[in-house]
């Protein structure tokens, strides 16, 4: 008897249908079923926060979901968000400020703070520290990303 379960999830505008385990994480899924490597890994507990996507529009992390739990949602990874000719403004503003070195936190970063923008388009400092103190950075020393997001931010005003 098969223990595998029927999952159909939209990531990215486009409809999946896999089989999988009923344990398998929605990360592994993403990455390993999809192919969508944008998605990273680092501590799968619910810590780093390098694997956040939006599930229906918020922010999760990816590796505290399993992948059957995504069955009828909308997911969007940082493949969703912009491409290397057609950036989302909010990567605009990484690239700008130096909000990215080794570049392992970016999409992680990225999922958690489109949403944030959205719902607060002109944050404060202290409001963006706070949005992004779920997600760790072991290269940048977190101002530039601050610096990425206050720019990205000026920009959405000024548009
Ligand atoms: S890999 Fe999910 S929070 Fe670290
Ligand atoms: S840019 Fe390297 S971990 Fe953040």
């Known amino acids: 008897m098969s223990n595998l379960i029927n999952v159909t999830v939209n990531v990215n505008g486009a409809r999946y249908e896999r089989a999988v385990e009923a344990r398998m994480l929605l990360s ?12 990273h890994v680092g501590c799968e507990q619910g810590v780093c926060g390098s694997c956040t996507v939006l599930f229906d529009g918020q922010s999760v992390r990816s590796c505290l ?8 949602h909308e997911i969007t990874t940082v493949e969703g968000l912009g491409s290397i000719d057609d ?16 570049g392992f936190c970016t999409p992680g ?10 719902e607060n388009p002109n944050p404060t400092e202290e409001e ?5 103190s779920g997600n760790l ?8 990303i601050v610096d990425a997001v206050k720019l ?8």
Do not use: W
């Open 28 to 39: 592994d899924f993403l990455r390993h079923e999809l192919g969508l490597t944008g998605t």
């Open 109 to 118: 970063f990225l999922m958690t703070l489109v949403p944030f923008l959205e």
């Open 137 to 144: 950075c072991r290269c940048t020393g977190y101002q530039h």
């Open 87 to 102: 950036l989302h403004p909010l990567q605009e503003a990484f690239r700008d400020a130096h909000g990215v070195q080794c």
């Open 152 to 159: 990205a931010a000026e920009k959405g005003r000024a548009s």
């Open 128 to 132: 963006i520290r706070e949005a992004i």
């Open 65 to 72: 979901v399993f992948a059957v739990q995504a069955n009828g």
